[in-house]
């Protein structure tokens, strides 16, 4: 069956003295990553790993992510253009991996002991890259700026209308993963998108590179993330307190999140109170192991169940169940396999934050949107979020029968596929989002 690739980055945020590498040695051992990876032999891959590494990646995950390259991309043609640089204390060696329908490039980290302390995945893009493209026409103009906490600087961009002086202007939040500003999925931008169709109807927007998007394709891990504040949260109010610079006076400032960063929305609202409200668009109102569960056997049970996947299921199960039990592992010392990442501290996080607790404490209107298709973020979360806060008069709610987990329409159920194919944020969702704005700024 066909499944999503789940591209894994780990990095070591510790720093080193001396930078001691010895380059053709990590350009032979990057060479045998790739020939391990091509015969299976990840046992001997995970070996290469330092210490964090191998407390953030476990063996059975490293050995998932060959065969979903070759599931979702196809057989591996070859690998080429292999090249180094300097990073801080650490080598960087890049090798552009071609597989018959997509290309990436390979990025490993050494430290000065000649372990592995990094592993990216970079899909290599095949056409012109339009990301830092900037806008400017009859109905909004862009301009590049940087969103910084502390010393860590995030690329973004400034959307700004042009047919009106007073305008709100909202900060986007990405959902989970390395997301670039424009959460970029497949052929499609899902916040470059929304921010366009937002300024032709008077509304400003702050979008910028999430954390971890910006190591993933640098290979700066002298960049820490561990937790949703440094994932997430930090880098959010960063952008709020740039967007509170330049909003015109007598207009507010406003989130929109997408996916984890609508739940984590009632977080980064609890640091910026005076936000002038909040969009979340399908968060989940559930734990993140919960959906992980779900999701994998949505996925798995497409087309029946294997041996291999109920297998694969069974020890998920059992991750899912550690998650629930972390702090009982860690006053003990111990540390059990998780989900995903077996980065404690990323799971400390999200297991002791509560969502729906934390919106009962806002004050600003939020607007919680779903689209019924999406099987990421289901109408279980949606339903729960009424539930528990439609007793709120600050609360507001709306769902979408044809939308998936991007908001775009479909037929049916929804697959991972759907991503693929290019498409556009409705202009009944932009509008719904536009008005709602423009009536609490």
């Not at 979903?68 to 890049?94: H, M, P, W």
């Not at 993963?177 to 929304?194: R, S, V, W, Y």
């Not at 592992?329 to 995903?340: C, I, N, R, V, Y």
């Not at 209107?365 to 019924?372: A, K, M, R, S, W």
Request: overall charge neutral; charged content about 25%.
């Amino acid at each position: 069956m066909s499944k999503n690739i789940l591209i894994i980055s780990f990095i070591l945020s510790s720093f080193l003295n001396l930078n001691a590498q010895d380059k053709d040695k990590c350009l032979s051992i990057s060479a045998d990553v790739i020939r391990l990876f091509q015969q299976e032999k990840t046992d001997s891959i995970y070996l290469m790993f330092d210490e964090k590494m191998k407390s953030g990646l476990s063996e059975e995950n490293l050995s998932a992510i060959w065969p979903s390259f070759i599931a979702s991309d196809g057989t591996f043609q070859r690998y080429e253009n292999q090249r180094d640089k300097t990073i801080q204390s650490f080598l960087v060696v890049e090798s552009d991996l071609v597989f018959e329908n997509k290309s990436y490039i390979l990025r490993l980290t050494f430290d000065a002991n000649n372990n592995l302390a990094g592993m990216f995945f970079v899909p290599i893009k095949t056409s012109k890259n339009n990301q830092n493209k900037l806008e400017d026409n009859a109905d909004y103009k862009e301009e590049n700026a940087i969103v910084k906490t502390g010393k860590i600087k995030l690329p973004a961009i400034v959307c700004l209308p042009k047919n009106t002086s007073k305008y709100p202007i909202v900060v986007f939040v990405h959902g989970s993963g390395p997301n670039d500003k424009d959460e970029t999925i497949g052929p499609n931008k899902i916040f470059m998108d929304l921010a366009h169709q937002l300024a032709i109807q008077g509304v400003g927007s702050i979008r910028y590179d999430k954390r971890t998007y910006v190591v993933q394709s640098t290979g700066d891990t002298s960049i820490s993330y561990s937790g949703i504040n440094e994932i997430v949260i930090d880098d959010a109010v960063s952008a709020i307190e740039m967007a509170e610079k330049i909003v015109p006076k007598g207009s507010k400032v406003f989130l929109i999140g997408h996916s984890m960063g609508a739940m984590l929305a009632p977080a980064i609202a609890q640091r910026k109170t005076m936000l002038g409200g909040v969009v979340m668009l399908a968060g989940n109102a559930r734990p993140l192991e919960d959906l992980i569960m779900e999701q994998t056997q949505y996925l798995y049970g497409r087309d029946g169940l294997s041996k291999a996947e109920k297998k694969d299921l069974c020890k998920l199960k059992k991750k899912v169940k550690n998650v629930k039990k972390l702090d009982k592992f860690l006053t003990k010392g111990q540390s059990p396999e998780l989900p995903l990442t077996n980065d404690t501290a990323f799971w400390r996080d999200f297991h002791q934050y509560n969502q729906i607790e934390t919106a009962q404490l806002m004050r600003m209107p939020v607007y919680i949107l779903q689209g019924e298709r999406d099987y990421q973020v289901s109408m279980k979360d949606f339903n729960l979020w009424k539930e528990s806060l439609g007793g709120k008069k600050n609360f507001e709610f709306k769902s979408f029968p044809k939308l998936n987990h991007i908001f775009h329409e479909g037929e049916g159920l929804s697959w991972p596929e759907e991503y693929n194919i290019q498409g556009n944020i409705p202009d009944y969702v932009v509008s719904e989002i536009a008005h709602w704005l423009l009536n609490n700024n």
